[in-house]
């Protein structure tokens, strides 16, 4: 079956790209209590690189500490693990899927604006609602369409079909996922982040996106990319590859404390973070590149 083949792919990384070794190793730093921000700061600065990325993000306005910030070490103590681990997997996952050059059948530019615009909303309802820390939800909301990602470069053709057909009979492109594919984007972008053994919050986020879950350890986080996924979907926040809006049940938002109205107002309030962002993250070239 196509769904085994591609998941296949996904477990043996086979043209895929690997989490690179530096990022393995600060996830474990991350994930061990007995952890300093010495040894935090000692795992990035293995990387130049990517110190200097992280560095560059840090000191933005887009981040709130300007200037402030000189070393690994020091970013690690002002902005904490999480924060910066945030800013690792952010800057890795780019350099992965954008930066390097190696751009699948998809509008690629668009593609990366909408994860932008997801990220932004969901940090802002994160903030708003403090249901689950800013710095991860803008990391699941980068993540969620992942799977769209891999697919276009496991499946180029077939998926490039799936694609076109969702948008000429304007329906949700997941639904067409599973009816032609066997299989849906948020599938198969759980199965990476499952792979690259990144936290089960997250993993749960990517691969959940398009349902509300059910109260329990991690669903703040889900639902926060659940709600962003929704009120970023047109045209002006890039290429979300549905061929009709996402609909949001207006009493999902209150599930979380926050109004409807509220989630609503949320595009507009992030359109300046938002193009910063984009900015920022050198997520640049013309609308519509990629097909």
């Not at 802002?124 to 699941?140: H, N, Q």
């Not at 996402?246 to 193009?275: F, N």
Request: charged content about 20%.
């Amino acid at each position: 079956m196509l769904a085994d083949k591609v998941k296949q792919h996904v477990m043996e990384l086979r043209g895929l790209p690997s989490l690179p070794e530096v990022v393995a190793r600060v996830l474990q730093v991350v994930d061990n209590p007995r952890s300093s921000a010495a040894d935090f700061g000692r795992a990035i600065s293995l990387d130049p690189a990517l110190t200097a990325r992280i560095l560059r993000l840090a000191n933005s306005a887009f981040y709130g500490y300007t200037g402030r910030i000189g070393t690994a070490v020091q970013a690690v103590t002002i902005l904490g693990f999480a924060q910066v681990r945030s800013l690792v997997l952010t800057v890795s996952v780019l350099d992965l899927f954008w930066h390097s050059g190696k751009k699948p059948a998809l509008p690629h530019y668009d593609y990366w604006r909408h994860c932008i615009a997801c990220a932004v909303a969901a940090r802002a309802l994160a903030r708003r609602t403090r249901i689950c820390p800013p710095e991860e939800a803008f990391v699941a909301g980068l993540l969620h369409d992942l799977g769209k990602m891999v697919l276009a470069m496991v499946i180029p053709e077939a998926y490039h079909q799936v694609v076109l057909q969702a948008e000429a009979e304007g329906r949700v492109l997941v639904e067409v996922e599973q009816e032609c594919l066997g299989l849906t984007h948020p599938m198969v972008g759980g199965w990476v982040t499952e792979k690259w053994r990144l936290p089960v919050a997250l993993n749960q986020a990517v691969e959940r996106h398009h349902e509300w879950m059910a109260e329990m350890p991690g669903a703040g986080l889900a639902r926060c990319v659940f709600l962003a996924n929704r009120v970023v979907g047109g045209r002006e926040f890039g290429w979300s590859g549905n061929g009709q809006p996402l609909e949001l049940d207006a009493r999902l938002p209150a599930a979380i404390g926050i109004d409807p109205a509220e989630v609503a107002a949320i595009p507009g309030e992030i359109a300046e973070d938002y193009q910063s962002a984009c900015q920022l993250l050198d997520v640049t070239g013309a609308k519509g590149e990629g097909f």
